[in-house]
Nanobody
Framework: VQLVESGGGLVQAGGSLRLACVASGHTFFFSNMGWFRQAPGKEREFVADISWSGGSTFYADSVKGRFTISRDYGKRTVYLDMNSLKPEDAAVYFC???????????????????WGQGTEVTVSS
């Protein structure tokens, strides 16, 4: 299984970006897909996750109402639409895949087995 992110870049505060994560290989066994981010000098933090089959979502409080996670099951792609971006949203964003039985909660990075290489988001003030 391989996860490849794209869509990062430089955006002004208040702007928008759409990140995409394409999964290849045997992705049918994923239970959830998540987005995490890591800023320089900080720990990796949960952003959002979506169940692969049912599409239910969960967000970190810091992005709720501004970010939207979605997935295209047929294209094996998970998206993160980011609106009203703030300088504190700047980070490397990682896509992650979780297998069934990996445990809860979904916001814990340790419960995800597969990770992409990350895509960098820079927000200028």
């Amino acid at each position: 299984v391989q996860l490849v992110e794209s869509g990062g870049g430089l955006v002004q505060a208040g702007g928008s970006l759409r990140l995409a994560c394409v999964a290849s290989g045997h992705t049918f066994f994923f239970s959830n897909m998540g987005w995490f981010r890591q800023a320089p000098g900080k720990e990796r933090e949960f952003v959002a996750d979506i169940s692969w089959s049912g599409g239910s979502t969960f967000y970190a409080d810091s992005v709720k109402g501004r970010f939207t996670i979605s997935r295209d099951y047929g294209k094996r792609t998970v998206y993160l639409d980011m609106n009203s971006l703030k300088p504190e949203d700047a980070a490397v964003y990682f896509c992650a895949g979780k297998v069934p039985g990996a445990g809860a909660p979904n916001y814990q990075a340790a419960t995800y087995s597969y990770w992409g290489q990350g895509t960098e988001v820079t927000v200028s003030s």
